[in-house]
């Protein structure tokens, strides 16, 4: 059963504790990607990776980490620094975006993460 | 769960209807675009893609057009039913090799 999975899918920490959202997925794509969705609000690109042991930021990287050691998968962490770390967390996952085609991202269900 | 579209803007119809659901894209250099349906809790799906060599493109119930003189996609969806409800986003690329998503519509469809 091919796809794209997130553990868990809720998540409580308190604040000043790091956390480590897990994404794996087994449909040999090259490309990840992580992204924030807050109520309201469209989907915000926090990181990317295109290839194993390499990762670019995107729109708001600050206070979150990633590494992509493996092309299953590719965790992130949302660090202490992050000021508003509450919202929900999507991983997606493609074929290797070459530089004039595009390929559609596959989702993974969510983890929806509560600092207090 | 959670609803993901608390303050969206929201296109509601009767079921059975056609619906059309708008987006303004930014980035004129934009070569792809992709229709998106989310359910409350969910992750996203795709519905439907269209590349900036084309105008129009059709799925099953579903037509994305493309307008690139004034930079605006739609999704229209034929026949609405009721588990088309949902939020529906598009998104473009930009050139950087990710996409990126506009706010979203929630379409709500009345039995």
């Known amino acids: 059963d091919g796809g794209i999975t997130q553990s868990p899918k809720y998540l409580f920490r308190k604040e000043g504790q790091n956390v480590t959202l897990s994404c794996e997925q087994n449909?040999?794509?090259?490309?990840m990607y992580w992204y924030r969705q807050d109520p309201g609000q469209g989907l915000r690109l926090i990181y990317y990776?295109?290839?194993?042991?390499?990762?670019q930021k995107g729109d708001i990287a600050e206070g979150y980490s990633v590494s992509r050691e493996k092309k299953e998968s590719f965790p992130l962490t949302v660090t202490s620094a992050q000021k508003n770390p509450t919202a929900f967390y999507l991983c997606?996952?493609?074929?290797?975006?070459?530089?004039?085609?595009?390929?559609?991202?596959?989702f993974g269900p969510g983890t929806r993460l509560t600092v207090t | 769960g959670e609803s993901v579209g608390l303050h969206l803007p929201t296109l509601s119809v009767q079921e059975g209807d056609n619906s059309i659901i708008n987006c303004a894209y930014s980035?004129?250099?934009?070569?792809?675009f992709i229709w998106y349906k989310q359910e409350s809790g969910k992750g996203p799906q795709f519905i439907i893609d269209?590349?900036?060599?084309?105008d129009k493109r059709q799925g099953q119930r579903v037509t994305v057009l493309l307008n690139k003189t004034v930079k605006h996609l739609s999704l229209q969806i034929a026949a609405t039913q009721p588990g088309d409800s949902a939020v529906y986003f598009c998104a473009e690329n930009t050139g950087r090799r990710a996409l990126t998503f506009g706010s979203g519509t929630r379409l709500q469809v009345q039995p």
């Open positions: 269209i590349r900036s060599n084309m």
């Open positions: 997606a996952s493609s074929n290797r975006q070459g530089a004039t085609v595009t390929y559609e991202q596959y």
């Open positions: 449909l040999n794509h090259d490309a």
């Open positions: 980035n004129s250099a934009s070569d792809y």
């Open positions: 990776s295109q290839i194993v042991n390499d990762f």
